[in-house]
T-cell receptor
Framework: AQSVAQPEDQVNVAEGNPLTVKCTYS??????LFWYVQYPNRGLQFLLK??????LVKGSYGFEAEFNKSQTSFHLKKPSALVSDSALYFC????????????FGSGTKLNVKP | GAVVSQHPSWVICKSGTSVKIECRSL??????MFWYRQFPKQSLMLMAT?????????EQGVEKDKFLINHASLTLSTLTVTSAHPEDSSFYIC????????????????FGEGSRLTVL
């Protein structure tokens, strides 16, 4: 079965420290990979995507993600967290064989403390 | 990025009434729109996929007669919650894509701002 896993419901990090939000997937082929962020009572905002090319992709607000094909992972990272980064983060995968399917992880709540 | 507008942001209605939520793609033509429901502190639950000019495809367990979806044009999809009850209270989010249109597929979904429905 196709799936996306975000193993951590919550990640706590101190402001200024690096952060990582984990994502692994089980989708055959070479899927498109995405990260979205959601603030309270808002829709999802696109952060970054991986389609092909360099395994390290850079996105909005200083975030980046590393694609690892052998581990089928796409972890979100930021070198120095800000309090304003506190939000809900979703990993998503679009399989190459069905463009109308979009699999979301369960979300990870990021808490950045001053 | 592309802009998706969702309206209303908040709506409160009485039990038994119907509520319509609109989702518009403002600067692109959306071949496919998706409707999600999100419960507190939970992930997105896909309700249905709608393609312009055709009937929506509902996910298992979603009542078609309860949640009416119309995608009459390439820029507008609507979700109508019919005979709403308190258990329908939730956060509803639409998203749109340009998939399938040559030269315009950037890959990602574009989301509306969501609509908070409260049924009294």
């Amino acid at each position: 079965a196709q799936s996306v896993a975000q193993p951590e419901d919550q990640v706590n990090v101190a402001e200024g420290n690096p952060l990582t939000v984990k994502c692994t997937y089980s989708v055959s082929g070479n899927p498109y990979l995405f990260w979205y962020v959601q603030y309270p009572n808002r829709g999802l905002q696109f952060l970054l995507k991986y389609i092909t090319g360099d395994n390290l992709v850079k996105g909005s607000y200083g975030f980046e993600a590393e694609f690892n094909k052998s581990q089928t992972s796409f972890h979100l990272k930021k070198p120095s967290a800000l309090v304003s980064d506190s939000a809900l983060y979703f990993c998503a995968v679009r399989p190459p064989y069905n463009f109308n399917k979009f699999y979301f992880g369960s979300g990870t709540k990021l808490n950045v403390k001053p | 990025g592309a802009v998706v507008s969702q309206h209303p942001s908040w709506v409160i209605c009485k039990s038994g009434t119907s509520v319509k939520i609109e989702c518009r793609s403002l600067d692109f033509q959306a071949t496919t729109m998706f409707w999600y429901r999100q419960f507190p502190k939970q992930s997105l639950m896909l309700m249905a996929t709608s393609n312009e000019g055709s009937k929506a495809t509902y996910e298992q367990g979603v009542e078609k007669d309860k949640f009416l979806i119309n995608h009459a044009s390439l820029t507008l999809s609507t979700l109508t919650v019919t005979s709403a009850h308190p258990e329908d209270s939730s956060f509803y989010i639409c998203s749109a894509t340009t998939w399938g249109r040559p030269g315009s597929d950037t890959g990602e979904l574009f989301f509306g701002e969501g609509s908070r429905l409260t049924v009294l």
